[in-house]
């Protein structure tokens, strides 16, 4: 069974020896999906697919799923996980479309904490997709759109 194409390898002891015996290091920056969560496991599907087409739009990317409550793994899990395999970036981007209690306080304190355990590591902790103005226009013309929809 061949592993997830973006999977990360196991990184060697040291850079230089893995360059040395021709092994390619494991890659040095993460992007992590964060998202709610559901007790519904088909509530993940659209993160699956983003995360089908950012792939699709660079496929050496090292890009993950993480979940704030009710689904694995959590962002503590994915992160740890991501660190144990020589990853020292971690770009985190929440997938929450509003600016509720979850992205005000919920995902800050899940970040310091991440912060505290790995202080070596770089957290990139990104606005929330709902604070983008390209996603805000997105959502403006899909409710257009279906005004004119007949």
């Excluded at 395999?85 to 800050?108: A, K, N, T, W």
Aim: aromatic content about 4%; charged content about 25%.
């Amino acid at each position: 069974m061949n592993p997830p194409r973006n999977a990360i390898p196991k990184e060697p002891p040291c850079a230089r020896a893995a360059v040395e015996h021709g092994a390619q290091p494991a890659p040095r920056a993460a992007l992590v999906f964060l998202a709610h969560g559901s007790r519904d496991p088909l509530w993940s599907g659209f993160l699956d697919a983003v995360i089908e087409r950012a792939l699709a739009q660079n496929s050496e990317a090292c890009i993950r799923k993480a979940f704030l409550e009710s689904m694995a793994p959590s962002l503590l899990d994915e992160v740890d996980a991501l660190t144990a395999q020589g990853v020292c970036r971690v770009v985190i981007v929440p997938l929450f479309l509003g600016s509720g209690r979850h992205v005000r306080e919920d995902v800050p304190a899940v970040v310091a904490a991440l912060r505290a355990r790995h202080p070596s590591l770089e957290i990139d902790l990104r606005a929330s997709a709902g604070e983008d103005p390209a996603v805000l226009d997105l959502l403006a013309r899909l409710g257009l759109e279906a005004l004119g929809a007949r």
